[in-house]
């Protein structure tokens, strides 16, 4: 059973930038594939980006690309740099753990889910 903990969300202006952490409790963290998804209210959880488990692909929703950047270190940890946010972005952020593919972008390949922390961005 892997743990996830995400933490840096808030509250920022349009144009500002916000980095998000997700800290895995498992050992063999390298194995996974580690996803960031959002949900704002009312609507659908949806795809922000993805770090492979193998050969360090990433791979990101259009929404966001050329504004965040996934990455993740030795120390179990994943990161979302989020640069020139938009109040669109305003969701909750999630970050999530698939052992099984490559380079999952859909909600429901996804094992293990962290509770999410909110971004806010206003206008």
């Known amino acids: 059973q892997v743990q996830l903990v995400e933490s840096g969300g808030g509250l920022v202006q349009a144009g500002g930038s916000l980095r998000l952490s997700c800290t895995a409790s498992e050992r063999t963290f390298s194995r996974y594939a580690m996803g960031w998804f959002r949900q704002a209210p009312g609507k659908e959880r949806e795809f922000v980006a993805v770090s492979s488990r193998t050969s360090g692909r990433t791979y990101y929703a259009e929404s966001v690309k050329g504004r965040f950047t996934i990455s993740r270190d030795n120390a179990k940890n994943t990161y979302l740099q989020m640069n020139s946010l938009k109040p669109e972005d305003t969701a909750v952020y999630y970050c999530?753990?698939?052992?099984?593919?490559?380079?999952?972008?859909?909600?429901?390949?996804?094992?293990?889910w962290g509770q999410g922390t909110q971004v806010t961005v206003s206008s």
């Open positions: 999530a753990a698939d052992f099984k593919r490559i380079v999952p972008i859909y909600a429901y390949e996804y094992d293990y």
